[in-house]
């Protein structure tokens, strides 16, 4: 079964202090896609990252980072210097092919993530 | 370019009354998605449209009834809103075929309140 699972429910940290968000999941696919989204308290999901599992580079946007690790089926996010700005839920998916071509994503239930000053 | 419009953004009921949440998208998607959010729950599908024409239960399909009225619109109606479908929903819509990267646009959520 198609499953993604954010262990972290909520995370507090001060500013400035680097934070890893867990993302583990199970697909019957051999090709697929891993997403991170964030949603501020402003409510709308900000995409952040798209992975195919053929990719299991790291990657590193600014002060993000994601390590992918098909052995483990974790797909990990890394905020690097953490400022009150990053204060959101932040969800890990994983894409569901369908036959035809289509597609859902799967979510993990997110991680909510408190900067403080 | 709008993306995916949903309305109304926000819209309280009582137990019992029935609503419709209207969602568009103007980037010739074929699919479109309706998904809830609830604290602790993550999103979770409702309904999905893979295509014109077609519609398909999800994870969480029971209360709701959903029309794909043409490529552009998705509707998703509650027939006889409880209180247990108080919730965020988000309506959604990617590409499909040759053209899928597996990523969804989502709109910007309505909440729901029913008392």
């Known amino acids: 079964a198609q499953k993604v699972t954010q262990a972290q429910t909520e995370i507090s940290v001060v500013e400035k202090e680097d934070v890893t968000l867990d993302c583990v999941y199970e697909t019957r696919d051999t090709t697929y896609y891993l997403f991170w989204y964030k949603q501020p308290p402003s409510g709308e999901l900000v995409f952040l990252i798209r992975r195919n599992s053929f990719d299991e580079q790291n990657e590193i946007s600014g002060r993000y980072s994601w390590n992918f690790q098909k052995s483990t089926s974790s797909f990990n996010f890394t905020i690097t210097a953490s400022q009150v700005v990053d204060s959101a839920v932040y969800f890990c998916a994983l894409s569901d092919f369908l036959s035809g071509g289509y597609n859902k994503l799967i979510f993990g239930a997110g991680t909510r993530l408190a900067v403080h000053p | 370019n709008a993306g995916v419009t949903q309305t109304p953004k926000f819209q309280v009921l009582k137990t019992g009354q029935s609503m419709t949440l209207q969602c568009a998208q103007d980037?010739?998607?074929?699919?479109m998605y309706w998904y809830r959010q609830d604290p602790g729950m993550g999103l979770r599908l409702i309904y999905y449209s893979a295509s014109e024409g077609t519609t398909d239960k999800g994870e969480v399909p029971n209360g709701y009834n959903v029309s794909r009225l043409n490529k552009r619109e998705f509707s998703l109606r509650l027939e006889s809103a409880a209180p247990s479908q108080t919730s965020v929903y988000f309506c959604a819509s990617s590409y499909s075929g040759g053209m899928n990267t597996g990523e969804l646009f989502f709109g910007e959520g309505s909440r729901l309140t029913v008392l």
């Open positions: 980037m010739n998607h074929n699919s």
